[in-house]
């Protein structure tokens, strides 16, 4: 027996491994003041509607990953309410990335859907 | 049913007690920032909601302290911190010996021993202070106080000195503060940070960085005015007429022509080996970091 749901998320999770540092980087290049996790959320939320892709705590650990390789930076400010908090910012070098993984992603997306409908 | 955001964050400790002590440190600061966040944004909004909704709804966004473990896990797999990624392989010893030159951790290490100097100065200068302060000022009703402000001045740069670890040897160190519970009274807080064995360590090690900090900087300026001197020998000889070895007005000894290169080579030599060996002092130097400021 094939058990579907099981699959399909694992699936999703397999996606999302190199999705997710392509979302937030664009996320971040839109943005002109640097952001903090929960609004980085927030906004994906809006982005997926009611689909949920991703949960929100898979994200920290891209941000720490993409701020590693020197694609963001951080710096962690006091919040009136709660502890501190770290904003992320993209880089220069994270813009020239991004730019190269948008092309990427194009052309990824054409394959696959190419792929998909068989034409 | 998760019932508080400490308990959240007490599970998710549990459930990455096989990650790395730093990623642990850095998901429960993850974790709590946004948790926080979260259910202070979401009840605002919906007032009636209660307290234990509210953050069942927040949990289930976020993903159960078993999802966000694997997430972690599963991105520090494949992410390794800057300096620790292996150098290509080059075949020949020699090629080793001297391909340190390009290698950055080299680089790092030389540096941190160098630096390691003035912090090894100022860290011992302030545990000292601190300490005796803290225990003088027992007698007085402000000396609870002021032992809590120094045991979180340790903390804060126990991180630093992470940073400073990671940066420049490229041993993974925690990139957020350790985790308390906010809602701590004062003299609670003094108290797990007395009882807590890291605080010590932090303590222990801004003593020792002093010595070590002494050692590395006496061995780096030795051996860099010795390498210098051996490869500036035939220059001074030549066009400056001046001896290497002079004993009061009289006796002059100068280093015969033939042996320049021999000398040269000598002071190239002694800065390679001084380079390798300072790259296996800084992995040490990491390591004993990692063990002593890193709560496991």
Redesign the interface.
């Known amino acids: 027996m094939v058990d579907s749901p099981t699959l399909t998320k694992k699936f999703q999770k397999e996606l999302n491994a190199g999705i997710a540092s392509l979302v937030l980087l664009s996320v971040l290049n839109k943005k002109t003041k640097p952001m903090y996790g929960y609004q980085i959320a927030k906004l994906l939320e809006d982005y997926s509607g009611d689909a949920s892709f991703m949960k929100q705590g898979a994200l920290y650990p891209v941000l720490h990953s993409l701020e590693n390789s020197g694609l963001l930076e951080s710096k962690v400010e006091p919040s009136v309410s709660g502890p501190p908090r770290r904003y992320y910012e993209i880089t220069s070098e994270g813009r020239e990335t991004l730019v190269i993984w948008q092309g990427v992603w194009k052309q990824m997306k054409s394959f696959v859907e190419r792929a998909i409908k068989g034409a | 049913m998760i019932k508080s955001i400490e308990e959240y964050l007490n599970l998710l400790k549990t459930e990455l007690q096989r990650s790395d002590a730093a990623t642990v440190q850095?998901?429960l600061?993850?974790?709590?920032?946004?948790l926080?966040?979260?259910l202070?944004?979401l009840l605002e909004k919906q007032p009636e909601m209660s307290e234990e909704a509210a953050l069942d709804q927040v949990i289930e966004?976020?993903?159960s302290p078993s999802?966000?473990a694997t997430?972690?896990a599963?991105?520090?797999r494949?992410?390794v911190?800057?300096l620790a990624r292996e150098n290509p392989k080059t075949e020949s010893a020699i090629a080793r010996f001297f391909g340190v030159y390009t290698d950055a951790r080299a680089w790092g290490a030389v540096l941190y021993m160098l630096i390691a100097f003035v912090t090894g100065v100022f860290y011992f200068t302030w545990a000292v202070t601190g300490f005796s302060l803290s225990v003088s000022f027992a007698l007085f009703i402000f000396g609870l106080p002021f032992a809590l402000l120094f045991f979180l001045s340790v903390r804060g740069l126990a991180l630093l000195e992470g940073r400073l670890v990671e940066g420049l040897l490229g041993v993974r160190m925690p990139?957020?503060?350790l985790f308390t519970q906010?809602n701590l009274k004062w003299f609670d807080r003094l108290k797990e940070l007395a009882l807590d064995r890291h605080t010590w360590f932090s303590i222990l090690y801004m003593f020792i960085q002093f010595i070590l900090g002494t050692v590395y900087f006496v061995l780096f300026t030795t051996v860099l005015s010795f390498s210098l001197s051996f490869i500036a020998i035939p220059v001074l000889q030549e066009f400056f007429n001046l001896p290497t070895i002079q004993i009061g007005s009289g006796v002059r000894y100068f280093f015969p022509t033939w042996s320049y290169p021999l000398l040269v080579f000598g002071g190239i030599l002694l800065w390679t080996t001084f380079m390798n060996l300072a790259r296996g002092i800084g992995q040490l130097h990491g390591r004993m970091a990692k063990s002593m400021l890193v709560t496991d």
């Open positions: 850095d998901a600061a993850d974790a709590e920032e946004h926080r966040a979260a202070a944004n966004q976020y993903g999802e966000t997430a972690y599963e991105v520090e494949r992410t911190p800057q990139r957020r503060p906010s």
